[in-house]
């Protein structure tokens, strides 16, 4: 009798490592998708099929393998924790982890369930972003522009004589005036900032600054001279 007791538990054993057919048949269908990332970023991002219902030999498949671990090492601590708890979150998405040799990886695991909703995989991706490092440093050098002092406010773009209205009216608006009762200094600040900003290379400006102001030509080109 104490054979025939043995006997079946080591074969219920057997039945419960081996899992149902339909455990199996999600192992192999997320095998697939572990290879085909995986290959699709060799050397970038590593791709970890783990088996839940064997913990201690969890690793089923690795592609792009960055950690160094082999098929049939253990879970991580994440696997256990989804093993032990059903209600544990089916996707932990882009938490910072690290490689054994130091190097900062991005990962993202998620939970694979069957009918009865018992996790019985996990995909898990590691993302060296080390790799970025560099590149982000070049980057960032190449888009850093220096801190100084500049003679004047450079725009990239022509001016155009609409614009040279706008930029006077709001010289007198913001003064309370129109640009016809401004003082002789308001004036004259202004038509020197106007020159300045590159306004005054704008075809016919000398002309739209004369008819707004209400002075001549030659009072426009004694602002220029006067001190």
């Given at each position: ?155 990239l773009r022509a001016r155009a004589a609409a614009e040279l209205r706008t930029v006077i009216e709001e010289f007198a608006a913001a003064r309370g005036q129109t640009p016809r009762s401004l003082g002789t200094p308001a004036k004259k600040e202004l038509v020197r900032t106007l020159k300045t900003s590159g306004f005054l290379q704008v075809k016919h400006s000398v002309q ?20």
């Open positions: 009798m104490t054979d025939r007791t043995s006997d079946r538990t080591t074969e219920k054993q057997r039945q419960e490592t081996a899992g149902t057919p339909e455990d199996e048949l999600l192992l192999r269908e997320a095998e697939k998708i572990v290879v085909a990332i995986g290959r699709m970023f060799p050397g970038l991002c590593e791709v970890v099929l783990h088996d839940l219902r064997n913990p201690d030999q969890s690793i089923r498949a690795i592609e792009s393998n960055l950690s160094g671990r082999e098929v049939g090492e253990p879970t991580t601590e994440l696997g256990l924790a989804r093993i032990q708890d059903p209600g544990f979150p089916d996707i932990v998405q882009n938490y910072a982890n690290r490689f054994p040799d130091g190097r900062p990886a991005k990962s993202t695991s998620i939970g694979i369930k069957n009918g009865a909703g018992q996790y019985v995989a996990a995909i898990c991706l590691n993302l060296d972003v080390s790799l970025f490092g560099s590149v982000a440093r070049s980057l960032n050098n190449l888009v850093r522009t220096d801190e100084q002092q500049q003679p004047l406010t450079e725009t739209v600054v004369t008819e707004l102001l209400g002075v001549s030509r030659a009072t426009v080109y004694n602002y220029l001279r006067s001190p």
